[in-house]
T-cell receptor, first 113, second 114 residues
Framework: DQQVKQNSPSLSVQEGRISILNCDYT??????FLWYKKYPAEGPTFLIS?????DKNEDGRFTVFLNKSAKHLSLHIVPSQPGDSAVYFC????????????FGKGTMLLVSP | GAGVSQSPSNKVTEKGKDVELRCDPI?????LYWYRQRLGQGLEFLIY????????KSGLPSDRFSAERTGESVSTLTIQRTQQEDSAVYLC????????????FGPGTRLTVL
């Protein structure tokens, strides 16, 4: 029973365009959400997070949007760059973040020049 | 400063053998996590240590899996009587405290069980 779902296994975008990665969750107890990026043969690295008290968090080219009523969050990358090509994992936790993370299966983003 | 390190980077073993994987967390990080990623799957939580508290073992898939951590330092994940379905990348992560803070991941150990 997957509690965090990333339904698109892959996404292809042209350089300079917007990349939108989606994530859905089923557990209403989740109140803290994170995105991690993973390059091949490396461990995931933290990208951006959002608490359920917010609906948007922005950091440079990366913005995460949270829609609690729909149990949906998305990561926007604008403008996309070839170096953004990686697997992106959505993760969620409870208790304002003070619990272990539940990860989605990831979406592979390919940004072409 | 040094990040999370894991050893070995690759391990090939025969079915039925025991394996031990090692994780060195970032110094000062009280929380340590083990995950695995099987081919085509997401990260699957295995176990987490927080300071001197009893570890959360809720993600361990069977009693063949166990992990230890001495204080707030090195952790070892042991898989006994390995099976082919244990083949995966085993990732270790640490954070300054449990949850809330971002987790810093090591490069993983790729385990192949023949």
């Amino acid at each position: 029973d997957q509690q965090v779902k990333q339904n698109s296994p892959s996404l292809s975008v042209q350089e300079g365009r917007i990349s939108i990665l989606n994530c859905d969750y089923t557990n209403s107890m989740f109140d803290y959400f994170l995105w991690y990026k993973k390059y091949p043969a490396e461990g995931p690295t933290f990208l951006i997070s959002i608490s359920s008290i917010k609906d948007k968090n922005e950091d440079g080219r990366f913005t995460v949007f949270l829609n609690k009523s729909a149990k949906h969050l998305s990561l926007h990358i604008v403008p996309s760059q070839p170096g953004d090509s990686a697997v992106y994992f959505c993760a969620a936790s409870m208790n304002s973040g003070y619990s272990t993370l539940t990860f989605g299966k990831g979406t592979m983003l390919l940004v072409s020049p | 400063g040094a990040g999370v390190s894991q050893s070995p980077s690759n391990k090939v073993t025969e079915k039925g053998k025991d394996v031990e994987l090692r994780c060195d967390p970032i110094s000062g990080h009280t929380a340590l996590y083990w995950y695995r990623q099987r081919l085509g799957q997401g990260l699957e939580f295995l176990i987490y240590f927080q300071g001197n508290s009893a570890p959360d073992k809720s993600g361990l898939p069977s009693d063949r899996f166990s992990a230890e951590r001495t204080g707030e330092s090195v952790s070892t994940l042991t898989i006994q009587r390995t099976q082919q379905e244990d083949s995966a990348v085993y990732l270790c992560a640490s954070s300054f405290r449990a949850g809330g803070d971002e987790q810093f991941f090591g490069p993983g150990t790729r385990l192949t069980v023949l």
